[in-house]
């Protein structure tokens, strides 16, 4: 059964950071690329950024380039999404999210393709 749990939400001020975790569960997490979304009050979920299985490859929302970085400890089963000089338009529950690697080992930009999710942890920028 997989499990993904996310942790390390919380109030911060702008400018501020956070490391967020997604740590995973009945997966071997070598063969999954991971995406990181988020869902704003309001506002439909949105892609963050995403790594591929050997952490090679990253994509990175225009929002949050320079700003955020996406990282992954294949042997820990974990990925990371470290975020720094955070703004209130950062605010929102933010989900990581797996998918098994395909061929050319890259990965996905958009939550429909993946299709397993985490719970999701609250982030919330304000002073």
């Known amino acids: 059964q997989v499990q993904l749990v996310e942790s390390g939400g919380g109030l911060v001020q702008p400018g501020g950071s956070l490391r967020l975790s997604c740590a995973a569960s009945?997966?071997?997490?070598?063969?999954?690329?991971i995406g990181w979304f988020r869902q704003g009050p309001g506002k439909e979920r949105e892609g963050v950024s995403c790594?591929?299985?050997?952490?090679?490859?990253?994509i990175y929302a225009d929002s949050v380039k320079g700003r955020f970085t996406i990282s992954r400890d294949n042997a820990k089963n974990l990925v990371y999404l470290q975020m720094n000089s955070v703004r209130p338009d950062d605010t929102g529950v933010y989900y990581c999210?797996?998918?098994?690697?395909?061929?050319?080992?890259?990965?996905?930009?958009?939550?429909?393709?993946?299709?397993?999710w985490g719970q999701g942890t609250q982030v919330t920028v304000t002073s």
């Open positions: 999210a797996a998918e098994p690697r395909g061929l050319g080992d890259v990965c996905y930009e958009f939550p429909y393709r993946y299709n397993f």
């Open positions: 790594i591929n299985s050997s952490g090679a490859r990253t």
């Open positions: 009945g997966i071997t997490l070598d063969y999954y690329v």
